[in-house]
């Protein structure tokens, strides 16, 4: 947030890395700190995983190129989309102009899935200035350059070492033990190298998996790793949650109505609605 800072931050893993989490947590220090007065922007995510068939599906998303991008930040600005040809150059100056002086962060997730990558980013490079800045969260790093020195390209990686990924878990132990008390049944196991070497080989080293697979760990016992698809990242993310998906039956009727409601939630947003 200092003047000679980065103003355009892009955030690149794969899935479960943490990408996301992190956009989110940089704004909202930014925001308890009053480093920003505003945020603008939305995600172009274009695909999720439906909890009731436990499979990747569409869904509708307000971004999905350079021109929806601007329209959407044009909206949120209170400014009409300009009309005619350059119209995006356009907005990108009102934009700029309409926020001088005024701490702004603009914040666009999954990337990936905008068609013109190549057309919008530029465009987000001309609009940064030392009041407006901009965080942006890729799966994919094609079609990235810097255009501007005052860009920063962070990408993260899987938990690899011993060290770290005994931390994450004792992290993911003292934040979720209030109501996953067996989570503590795991500590006694942060120094053991072999399982936690079996257990970075069958996740990848991916924050996500590694956190529902130790959930499960937790529950029963390190032979999980053992009944665990031969597959990591997406693929294993989806047998993971159809797994729990299907869990939720054993639970009784507690299950059966948090299957209900996620159901009903499900089928709301396919139809267009922001459900929460």
């Known amino acids: 947030t200092e003047p000679g800072g980065a103003r355009l931050l892009v955030i690149a893993a794969d899935a479960g890395m943490g990408k996301s989490t992190l956009a989110a947590r940089l704004t909202r220090c930014l925001a308890e700190r009053s480093k920003i007065e505003r945020i603008l922007g939305d995600s172009a995510k274009n695909r999720r995983v439906d909890v009731v068939r436990g499979t990747v599906i569409g869904q509708t998303t307000e971004i999905f190129d350079s021109t929806s991008c601007l329209r959407k930040l044009c909206a949120q600005s209170g400014l009409p989309y300009p009309n005619g040809q350059g119209a995006n150059d356009r907005a990108v100056r009102l934009i700029r102009d309409k926020f001088l002086g005024r701490r702004v962060l603009i914040v666009i997730d999954n990337l990936e899935s905008v068609q013109d990558v190549d057309e919008l980013m530029p465009r987000l490079a001309a609009m940064v200035s030392d009041d407006l800045r901009v965080i942006v969260t890729t799966r994919s790093t094609k079609g990235l350059s810097s255009f501007s020195p005052r860009q920063v390209l962070v990408e993260l ?27 503590v049944n795991l500590l006694p196991e942060l120094d053991n190298k072999h399982n936690l070497r079996r257990l970075i080989d069958r996740t990848g080293g991916v924050p996500l998996l590694v956190q529902l697979v130790v959930s499960k760990i937790a529950v029963n016992s390190w032979d999980q790793l053992n009944l665990l698809p031969d597959c990591v990242g997406d693929e294993l993310l989806r ?20 299957r209900a409601i996620l159901a009903y939630v499900t089928q709301e947003q396919e139809k267009g609605k922001k459900v929460t």
């Not at 899987?158 to 993911?172: A, Q, V």
């Open 157 to 183: 990686q899987p938990l690899r070492d011993y060290s770290d990924i005994s931390k994450f878990i004792r992290w993911h132990v003292d934040h979720f033990q209030s109501s996953h008390p067996r989570l």
């Open 239 to 258: 047998y993971l949650y159809e797994e729990r998906w299907h869990e939720l039956v054993q639970a009784g009727d507690p299950g059966l109505t948090a």
